[in-house]
């Protein structure tokens, strides 16, 4: 008989947003590899051969020009002590506006590394004129009004912030091209986790311009930086346990009808329910209006195994929630086509091997 093996984080974090202040400073030229700060960010220069030369502004902005390079990275925003993941540090998002003009192969992005694991990320919102990074989409993330989709590639003896190494890439890369906008940054974190990407402890996020084998230019006019908080709506609401996602039904799993055999309610890593073998579920019923509806729920492995729960609605089979880690995550199921009117929607375990139990936050229908 499978015992229960709930685990307990009792580790209390207060978490404050912190948007990075445009403080004014002297410009400042660099034209060779160079980190420091400079107007309240972190800055880094960073070639492999070739010219280039980077002009530090007020707060987060700079701009970037380079030519006969192989490879080149210009970046403001902010390196961390390699001691927190994101989940500690609070939402991670950036706002930017840039003229970015490429001549060649060429990233406009935030780019950054953790450590334990070894990984570099990616989450490209324009490029020149080739798109990467060039491998088989692991699905899709929609968020800040627009679609990415998310790869993994490996870097096998390659300059990294550890020296030459082996690492993994994560990329979330854009489906259409844009210079300016908000980048939720913590959300694509959430996103590449679900898929079993898992990310370490932060060592940088920043805005970053990149070519490689190019010329180009980019003037980065506006880019402020914001860390803390676990909810990114900035809007305060006075209902103690708001909903961010206006236009959406959420359902806390708690609240949920619980079976099986070792369904039960937990207190970490969140208020939620636990499901630890086959047949352990949750359900409740909804009156759907329309024929196709996007779940989207949050959850968590107990450990670094990938958990796995089935979505059912109205006893049919609709798809499978994965989760990769024990960080909570959010993982979508988009245009799943079901029954209207009032149907009764299971969450599921079907796959369990002794090697994990799922924990359940809340589903949301939109």
Not at 119 to 126: A, L
Not at 135 to 155: M, P, Q
Not at 163 to 176: D, H, I, L, N
Not at 195 to 204: A, L, N, S
Request: glycine share 10%; net charge neutral.
């Amino acid at each position: 008989m499978k015992q229960k093996r709930m685990r307990f984080f009792l580790a209390t974090l207060l978490c404050i947003a912190l948007a990075f202040p445009a403080a004014s400073a002297h410009a400042q030229t660099i034209t060779s590899n160079s980190i420091g700060t400079h107007g309240g960010y972190d800055y880094e220069y960073w070639k492999d051969s070739g010219n280039g030369t980077m002009v530090l502004g007020d707060g987060g902005t700079f701009s970037a020009e380079w030519s006969n390079i192989n490879n080149i990275l210009f970046r403001k925003g902010k390196k961390f002590d390699e001691t927190q993941t994101h989940q500690q540090l609070g939402n991670i998002s950036i706002t930017y506006g840039a003229n970015y003009q490429p001549n060649g192969n060429s990233y406009l992005c935030v780019y950054g590394w953790t450590v334990d694991p070894l990984v570099e990320f990616y989450i490209v919102d324009s490029w020149g004129n080739w798109r990467p990074p060039g491998a088989t989409s692991k699905g899709t993330i929609t968020v800040d009004g627009g679609t990415y989709d998310i790869y993994e590639t490996t870097r096998t003896n390659q300059p990294s912030i550890k020296g030459t190494a082996t690492f993994k890439q994560y990329w979330s890369v854009r489906t259409s091209k844009r210079t300016s906008g908000t980048i939720s940054v913590s959300q694509h974190f959430n996103a590449w986790e679900s898929r079993g990407m898992p990310m370490g402890k932060m060592y940088e996020v920043a805005l970053t311009v990149e070519g490689y084998q190019s010329s180009g230019s980019a003037n980065v006019y506006s880019n402020t930086l914001t860390i803390g908080g676990s909810n990114p709506n900035p809007n305060p609401n006075p209902n103690p346990n708001p909903n961010p996602n206006p236009g959406r039904t959420r359902v806390e799993a708690e609240s949920m009808t619980k079976s099986g055999q070792y369904t039960g309610n937990i207190s970490s890593p969140f208020n939620g329910v636990a499901l630890y073998a086959n047949n352990d579920k949750v359900s409740f019923t909804h009156n759907f209006s329309s024929g196709t509806s996007n779940f989207s729920l949050r959850g968590a492995s107990n450990n670094n195994n990938m958990a796995r729960v089935d979505l059912r609605i109205g006893g049919q089979y609709k798809g499978t929630f994965y989760y990769g880690g024990s960080h909570p995550a959010v993982y979508t199921i988009n245009n799943v086509s079901h029954g209207t009117g009032n149907q009764l929607v299971e969450l599921i375990v079907t796959a369990d091997n002794n090697t994990w139990d799922a924990f359940l936050d809340y589903l949301e229908i939109h």
